[in-house]
């Protein structure tokens, strides 16, 4: 497991200028634009996704075929970028609360309490993604799982639409609702989402493994 973090962090450490420009456009972000709730998303999405790159890169000329020769299950390997996914995921969205937190001193646009409440809704739309991509990336690979990727965030994106507009057709203002929760009613609400994305992300790890194990190379 160790080794395999290892391998990936070395080959990450080749994308460190893109890198660099995310971190960049973050603080720019930040530093220029009034909200400050996009600043923390782009990070933490961006950033926690970068482990699927490392699974193109481990398929990249039949490398999967040598990998597996080396003292290492097909279970650990998904473990593993299950486990890096995590660790760039919340590493990157601390960060982004640094940052934001930092500009929000000098800019004085929100109470602490609220850049706080807005990163805690962030963290499981992000545990969201990645439960989504991880299974799609290793089932399908590089060219088709990005079109299988950019197909269920459509259909993530049209099922909100539709809950709107279905609100909307019953009169109920959603924004409205959100706006006027006391504080205690929103943490149990981001209570409740962190809980249930974390079981979709258990049950994806469980699906990564099956899809990993019927693979040949």
Same mark, same amino acid.
């Given at each position: 497991?160790?080794?395999?973090?290892?391998?990936?962090?070395?080959?990450?450490? &080749?994308?460190?200028?893109?890198?660099?420009?995310?971190?960049?456009?973050?603080?720019?972000?930040?530093?220029?634009?009034?909200?400050?709730?996009?600043?923390?998303?782009?990070?933490? #999405?961006?950033?926690?996704?970068?482990?699927?790159?490392?699974?193109?890169?481990? &398929?990249?000329?039949?490398?999967?075929? #040598?990998?597996?020769?080396?003292?290492?299950?097909?279970?650990?390997?998904?473990? %593993?970028?299950?486990?890096?996914?995590?660790?760039?995921?919340?590493?990157?969205?601390?960060?982004?609360?640094?940052?934001?937190?930092?500009?929000?001193?000098?800019?004085?646009?929100?109470?602490?309490?609220? /850049?706080?409440?807005?990163?805690?809704?962030?963290?499981?739309?992000?545990?969201?993604?990645? *439960?989504?991509?991880?299974?799609?990336?290793? $089932?399908?690979?590089? &060219? $088709?799982?990005?079109?299988?990727?950019?197909?269920?965030?459509?259909?993530?994106?049209?099922?909100?639409?539709?809950?709107?507009?279905?609100?909307? #057709?019953?009169?109920?203002?959603?924004?409205?609702?959100?706006?006027?929760?006391? /504080?205690?009613?929103?943490?149990?609400?981001?209570?409740?989402?962190?809980? *249930?994305?974390?079981?979709?992300?258990?049950?994806?790890?469980?699906?990564?493994?099956?899809?990993?194990?019927?693979? %040949?190379?």
């Amino acid at each position: 497991m160790k080794g395999l973090l290892i391998k990936d962090f070395k080959l990450m450490k &080749e994308q460190k200028n893109f890198l660099l420009i995310i971190l960049i456009i973050t603080i720019g972000m930040s530093l220029f634009t009034n909200d400050l709730s996009f600043a923390l998303g782009f990070l933490t #999405f961006i950033v926690s996704l970068f482990s699927l790159s490392t699974i193109s890169y481990d &398929e990249f000329d039949n490398g999967n075929a #040598f990998l597996f020769t080396l003292p290492i299950t097909r279970s650990k390997y998904v473990i %593993e970028k299950y486990y890096l996914s995590m660790i760039l995921g919340i590493g990157s969205w601390i960060l982004s609360i640094c940052i934001i937190s930092i500009v929000n001193i000098f800019r004085n646009l929100l109470p602490f309490s609220d /850049v706080l409440m807005t990163a805690l809704f962030i963290l499981p739309f992000m545990l969201l993604i990645q *439960a989504i991509m991880i299974p799609f990336q290793l $089932k399908f690979g590089g &060219e $088709k799982g990005r079109i299988a990727i950019i197909a269920s965030i459509g259909a993530l994106l049209l099922s909100g639409i539709v809950l709107v507009k279905i609100a909307s #057709f019953f009169n109920i203002d959603i924004i409205f609702i959100l706006n006027h929760l006391p /504080v205690v009613s929103m943490g149990m609400l981001v209570s409740i989402l962190i809980i *249930a994305t974390g079981m979709l992300w258990f049950i994806s790890l469980k699906i990564s493994m099956s899809i990993m194990n019927k693979k %040949e190379f």
